[in-house]
Structure formats: C-alpha cells, structure tokens
C-alpha cells in the first residue's frame, strides 16, 4: 500500500507544556488506524496538525498526492454547535461540503451527489429533518455523510461515538467500516473505546508519555495499555 501520511520527527510544544515530541509514524493508503490514548496526551492536537489547524513547533506532517491530486482529507467531529431555531435541515447542511460553485443553488449533478452520499448513510427517508431536531445518531450520519461528500482519501473520526449509547456506536462504526472498506479509503479512529478500535480497526497509534507506539489491533490489551481508555 502507498503511504498517504507521513510524520517526521514532530513535536507540539504549548508555551512551557510539551503535549509530544519527536513523533515518527506513517499511515498507508486503505488502511484503518485508532489513535487512542488518555485525555490529554495530544490526540486532538495531532489531528489538528494533520488537517492543518494547527503548525508544530518542530518536525513535518507530509500529505501525498493520491491520483494525481493532493490528498483529500473528510473530518467527522462528535458534535458541532447548532442553534436549535436554525432552519437548516439534513440535506442543506450535508450540501454545504459541496465545493465551489459560481451559483448559489445545486445543479443535477450536485443534487446527485449529494443523494448519494445521503443514501449511503441511510438519510434519505429524513433529508428535509431540522439538522437541530435529529438524535444524536442521526447527527453523526449527517456528520458522516457531509464529510463524505468530498470524496476524501482519509476519513477522520475524532471522538465521533464518545456522546453515543453501545447500540448506536455499533450501527454508525458499521456504516463507516462498510463505506471506507468499499470506498478503498484510509480511515483514523480516535477514541477512547478499545472495544471499537479492536473489532473496526486494524493498527493502533497509541500516544503516551510524549511518544508514539503502534501494533496491530488484535494486540491491544487494556491492562497493557494503561491510559489508553
């Protein structure tokens, strides 16, 4: 597999505080990663720094070009600040990752794509809901299906289950297992819940005492892993 992240000798100090130092890891095209690790350690700041959010104080994060185009990168929070008298509903908010256009409104295709990506997240039947008036689970889909409108080549999910109940982290880390497998993209976990990382990944990164480890996810054992969850 070809490597679509690479990261060098990184480090992210905060004023007198240093989060980690010297990091050296790679991620590989089509492969499906857990970041896991104990509040704290750097997990946000490390993906903060591979979206570009964030500069480090030392080192690089390097991004390849996948088929001739720079690596496109989808990015799913566990949640985002809606106003619950928003008018905005499921559909006009997944529509908002569109890309740009000269035009204010979708034409066909872009209506297509977005019907797509709202099929494949199972949102269709509840397209015209109030984004603000969707469960918990229905967010994350709608979280999911926005960033998987721009077709990315890394799909990150950063704490996406943490606010979820065991039956509803199991249906939507399903839905992403399933799309990220079909779709031949790479995938970065974040979480806390090892349970999820063993069953839906296949390589751990585990951040603790400023360093990185990493073995395969059948290893991780959360009596070894202390801090991990």
């Known amino acids: 597999m070809a490597t679509i992240v690479t990261v060098k000798d990184l480090s992210m100090h905060f004023g007198n505080k240093d989060v980690f130092d010297r990091l050296n890891f790679e991620i590989q095209a089509g492969e499906k990663v857990s970041l896991i690790g104990h509040n704290g350690v750097g997990k946000s700041t490390l993906v903060k720094l591979i979206i570009g959010l964030l500069s480090p104080t030392s ?48 034409n066909n295709a872009e209506k297509k794509r977005v019907n797509d990506v709202l099929e494949q997240t199972n949102l269709m039947a509840i397209k015209h809901r109030p984004l603000a008036l969707a469960s918990g689970g229905e967010r994350q889909r709608a979280y999911l299906a926005q960033a998987l409108l721009g077709d990315p080549d890394l799909l990150i999910m950063d704490e996406s289950t943490a606010s979820m109940d065991v039956d509803a982290k199991q249906v939507i880390m399903a839905l992403v297992d399933r799309i990220v497998t079909e779709k031949k993209m790479a995938l970065l976990f974040v979480s806390h819940d090892l349970e999820l990382t063993i069953k839906y990944t296949d390589r751990y990164l585990l951040l603790q005492d400023k360093k990185v480890s990493t073995g395969t996810s059948d290893q991780i054992n959360p009596d070894s892993l202390k801090g991990a969850e």
């Open 59 to 106: 080192g690089q994060i390097t991004l390849q070009d996948v088929d001739g185009h720079p690596l496109k990168v989808g990015y799913v929070p566990q949640f985002r600040n809606i106003d619950a008298d928003a008018p905005l509903s499921i559909n006009s908010f997944v529509a908002l990752n569109i890309g740009k256009n000269w035009h204010p409104w979708l």
